[in-house]
C-alpha cells in the first residue's frame, strides 16, 4: 500500500442559489476578470445574465472570451492568454463545462509565461503558477472543476494531450445542478460516460490500496448507475442532477486515488480518437470501456471484475468468478449502450479501422500503457478494432 | 435538499515515512514552533525524536507544552497560548491525539487574542484568525486532524464544549497508520467508537439529502466495522490501521453532512457525561447510541433504520421494517459491546443516576436537542437513565 499526499483546496458552493456568493469570492481573487465561456447556451438559458449581473453588482471589470470548443484548442488559450497580458487581467472565470474549464486553466497558465502555451503540453515546460480560476460549471462531466488537470488538443499536429500541476486547481468553483437541466440528452449521457470511466480507470487495479476506498467508488458507480436514468428521463430533476454533479467531481479530484500509481487506460486510447476524428470524450470512452474490459480480463485480473459485478451491480457471489467477471461486463455495456443510448461501435459513428496503427502508436506514446494490464501497440490496436 | 459549502482545505500526507516532508512544510509556514503533546507517549515509541529532528534538520527553534490532558483543559490553552505570545512563535505543531489537537488548535487562536480564550467556547468570542497549525495524528478517533472544531473542558464549570470556525482547520496534517500500531486495546476500541458516532449523527437524518453521502457514508460505516475487529487481533496490521485511520478523518471532516442542517444527539449528551465523569469520549458514546437509537425508533424514523441494516449489516430488506430496525440496533450493540468490547453500561463504569436531570439540562442547554429526532430535557434524561 502507497502512501499518498491528499490536497484538494478548492472551495465549492454546491447548490441552487449559490452564485449571489461569486463576486465576492471573485473580489478576494482580483478585480479584472477574463469571462471565458463555450458556444452561447448560457447566453440562451439566462446563466451568462446571472454571472455578469454578478460582476457588475460588485464594480468588477471584466473582459470576455467566449466560443471555447469542445476538445479545446491551444488557440482559444493562446488567445486568452494574449488577452490577460494586454488588459492585465488577474482572475480567470470560467462558465461552462470540461472543455471551458480546461482551456480556462491554461490560459491562467500560459498568461504568466513568455513561451507559446502548447510547450506545456508537448515539452512538459515548467507549470509553475497560474493566475487564479474561478469556476461555475454547467455539465456534469469531466470533474475539471475540482481537480489540477485539462486537456487540450492541437488541430495542427493531431494531438490531445492532460497534463496535471498543483496552480491549475480552481480556487472556487460553484456547482447548480440547476445550470445542468437544459444540457441535451446527449451530452447527458456521455458526461456520465465520462464520469464513470474515471471511476473505473481508478477502480481496475490489481494493486492493493485503502480497501476503504473501493467501496466508495462502488457507491459512486452505484450512484451514477441510478441517477442516469432518472436524469436522462426527466432532465429537470434536481436530485439526480445534483447526484450527478456531485458525483462528478469526486470521480476525478483524486480523493478515491489514495496511493494508486498506475497509469489510466481507456482515456490515452480514447483522446487519440477525438484528436482524430473530434468525436465526444464521453461517447470515445463508453465505446472503448467494455472491449478494454473484454481484452484485459484472464485469470490473474478475473478477481477485480468478480467484486466489481457483486458490489456494484449486485450480482450473485455464489456463481462462478468468470461468469460473474463476463456478467459484469454486459452489465456495464447495457448502461453505456441502452440505458445511456450510446452508440454502441465506432462504425456506427462513421470511423473504421484506418487509422488504428497509428493511434495505437500515439496512445502507447512510443512506448506502452503502464494501466491495469499493460498494452502495447499491438494490445491497443486490437482493442480499436473490437470497437469497429 | 439544502445546498452547502465544501472547504476542506488541509494537505494530508498519508502513509509510512511521510514525516520527512514536516520540517519544509513547518518552515514554509513560520519559523518558531511550539510542539504541543500529550502524556510522553510519543517520547516512549520514537515519535518525539523522529519530529525533533526533523525540527532541527531544518534549523527550526521550537518550544514545547507537554502533558496534554485526555479532554483538553482550557489551562492547557492558556499556557501555550502565553508561551506564544512570549517567544513570538508562529506555528503550532500538534503530536497526538484528538485532545492534543484541539487544546493546540485553541492554543493558536488564543495567540492571536487578548481576552481569556474560555470565552470562545463560553461566550463565542470572535475567532478570526489563529496561527497555522500542523499535526501529526497518533489515534484514529476523533478527525481533528482535519476538520476546524475543537472540544475543550473547564473542569471548575464543569463545562465541555465544542466549536467550529474555520482558522482552526490545520494546515497540513501527517497520517502515518504505523504511528497508531502502540495505541492500546481499550484507546482503539474508543475511538473507533467516536469515529462510528460521527457517521451515525449524520446518517440518521430524516431530511433528504444526496444519496451519493448516504451511500459513502454506509461504506465507511463497513470499512470500520471491517477492520475494527482486525486491529484489535493484530495492533500492527498496517491495512487495517490504514482503513481505519483515513475513516476517522472522512468521518467528520465536513464531506459527508453535505446540506444536511441537523444538530447531533449523542455527542452533546456525551459531552456532559465526560465533563462531569472525566470518561473517555468514544466509552461514552458507545453507551449511549444504541439507547438513542431505541428512543427515537418509531414509525416514523424507522425507514432510517431499515437503510441502515440492510446496507450496513445486510439484514435481508423482504423482513418487516420494524424488524430489520430492531436488527439493527441489536447489530451496532453487537460491535459496541461485543467486537469492541467497551462496558456495556454507566453503571459498570461507576455512573449512578443522581447527576441526570442537571446533565440532561444541560446537554438540551436549557432548550432541546434539535437532532435526529427533537430531545427535550426528560427525553435526554429517559435516555441516561436506559444506560444505567
Known sequence: MNGFVYDIPTKVYFGSGQLQHLGMELSRLGKRILLVYGGGSIKKNGLYDSVTWELKRMGLMFFELG???????????????????????????????????????????????????????????????????????????????????????????????CRFAPPLQPQVSFLDPKNTYSVSRYQTACGTADIMSHIIEVYFNMTP??????????????????????????????????????AGSWAING??????????????MEHELSALYDITHGLGLAILTPRWMEYTLDETTASKFVQFGVNVFSIHPGLPPMEIAMESIRRISEFFFHTLGLNRTLGEIGIDDSQVTLMAQKACRGDRILGFKTLYPQDVEKIYQMCI
Chains 1, 2 share one sequence.
Not at 478515491?256 to 487506460?265: L, R
Open 67 to 161: 466560443g471555447i470548443a469542445p476538445n479545446p484548442r491551444v488557440e482559444s488559450v493562446r488567445e486568452g492568454a494574449a488577452l490577460c497580458k494586454k488588459e492585465k487581467l488577474d482572475v480567470i472565470l470560467a462558465v461552462g463545462g470540461g472543455s471551458v474549464i480546461d482551456a480556462a486553466k491554461y490560459i491562467a497558465a500560459a498568461a504568466c509565461v513568455d513561451f507559446d502555451p502548447w510547450k506545456f503540453m508537448s515539452e512538459q515546460a515548467p507549470l509553475k503558477e497560474a493566475l487564479p480560476v474561478v469556476t461555475v460549471l454547467t455539465i456534469a462531466a469531466t470533474g475539471s472543476e475540482m481537480d489540477s488537470g485539462g486537456v487540450i488538443t492541437n488541430l495542427s499536429t493531431n494531438e490531445k494531450l
Open 255 to 268: 480523493f478515491i486515488k489514495g496511493g494508486k500509481q498506475q497509469a489510466w487506460s481507456c482515456h490515452p
Open 209 to 246: 490500496d485503502l480497501q476503504m476506498l473501493d467501496g466508495i467508488m462502488e457507491s459512486l458507480m452505484k450512484t451514477v448507475i441510478c441517477y442516469a436514468p432518472v436524469v436522462l428521463a426527466d432532465p429537470e430533476n434536481y436530485e439526480a442532477r445534483a447526484n450527478l454533479m456531485w
